[in-house]
């Protein structure tokens, strides 16, 4: 495929921590060219898309409200290649208005029990799917891998419309955009704010990375939920962001981030830093899903989604 039209960059400044020592706090948003394939994903499928064969498919697995395989069928309908999506679920819910968009932009859908979305990296399975659909490239879950992480490695993060930034920061699930970040920026501390409780995070983060590479200049913060869990607080600050500062997030991935990056803030965990980039990754096709498992009100839902 030839070469991709670049994405643009649109910075905000935040002014969630008010003390004249608190570092400034600077919010990266991607424009993607196909709006659907927003945010982090526009960075992590960039690769594949790429690497593609003409003729050749994408094959990927997610969850039932899963951000990258919307984005996944929203490249297969742009570049006119064919996607299947394998969705961690006993049954697939075809009310569930993640589903429903995939296959609206032309994706197949397989549901797969938790037993076997868990063996997705592992080689027999593997190479069963590759017997199975010889005509599809294999993405892992989140397309974190070493790939995707090159594609979150273009992301122009450092510098904000006020100066370089002293620490990088974004939402955590699977590792490739922190992974990204920390190859682009050796030289500057990244910080991977947790969505998700996972012990093994830091090793899915290596993962990502050359495997010969020895990056010291990234930490993980203590994730303060599991993953999908919302609570009534964690919504209320996703709507003060949008009554005061006009930033659109949802709460399972951008908003969760921001809320773990201001209590960090608070709690003075990240004294000495002055300036702080933190990139937004997308996902507010999530919004809908949180809306029909009644997760949001619709008041919360309508001022969110705006
Ligand atoms: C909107 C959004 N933000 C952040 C992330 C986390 O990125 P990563 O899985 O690369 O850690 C994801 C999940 O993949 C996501 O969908």
């Given amino acids: ?67 990258h395989l919307v984005a996944l069928a929203a490249a297969g309908q742009h570049y006119h290649f064919p996607t299947i999506g394998l969705v961690r679920t006993e049954q697939l819910d075809t009310h569930n208005p993640t589903l429903r968009r995939c296959r609206e932009l032309g994706m197949q859908l397989i549901a797969l029990d938790r037993i076997s979305y868990r063996q997705q990296q592992q080689p027999e399975f593997l ?4 017997i199975t659909y010889p005509d599809y490239l294999i993405l892992p879950e989140g397309g974190s891998d070493l790939a995707g992480a090159e594609g979150v490695a273009q992301l122009p993060l450092l510098q904000t419309p006020d100066g370089d930034a002293d620490l990088l920061c974004c939402a955590t699930a699977s590792g490739g955009t922190l992974a990204g970040l920390i190859q682009r920026y050796p030289e500057v501390r990244c910080l991977g704010l947790p969505v998700v409780k996972d012990t093994s995070l830091a090793d899915r983060i290596k993962q990502c990375l050359p495997p010969t590479s020895s990056y010291q200049n990234w930490q993980l913060a203590e994730a303060n939920s599991a993953y999908g869990k919302v609570n009534a607080e964690l919504v209320a600050f996703c709507c003060q ?44 096709q999530g919004l809908h899903g949180l809306y029909y498992r009644r997760l949001l009100t619709e008041a919360q839902y309508r001022l969110l989604l705006t």
């Fill in 1 to 67: 495929m030839a070469s991709l039209p670049t994405a643009t960059y649109h910075w905000q400044r935040l002014p969630i921590a008010m003390d004249q020592d608190a570092p400034q706090l600077w919010i990266c948003t991607l424009q993607a060219p196909v709006v659907e394939v927003a945010g982090n994903k526009w960075l992590k499928l960039h690769s594949a898309l790429q690497q593609r064969k003409p003729g050749q498919g994408l094959l990927s697995f997610g969850g039932a409200f899963s951000n």
């Fill in 127 to 130: 190479a069963r799917l590759k």
């Fill in 241 to 284: 962001l949008k009554l005061h500062y006009q930033l659109t997030t949802e709460p399972i991935y951008t908003g969760k981030a921001l809320q773990l990056l201001s209590q960090l803030l608070q709690t003075g965990s990240l004294s000495g830093v002055k300036r702080i980039a933190f990139f937004h990754t997308g996902g507010l």
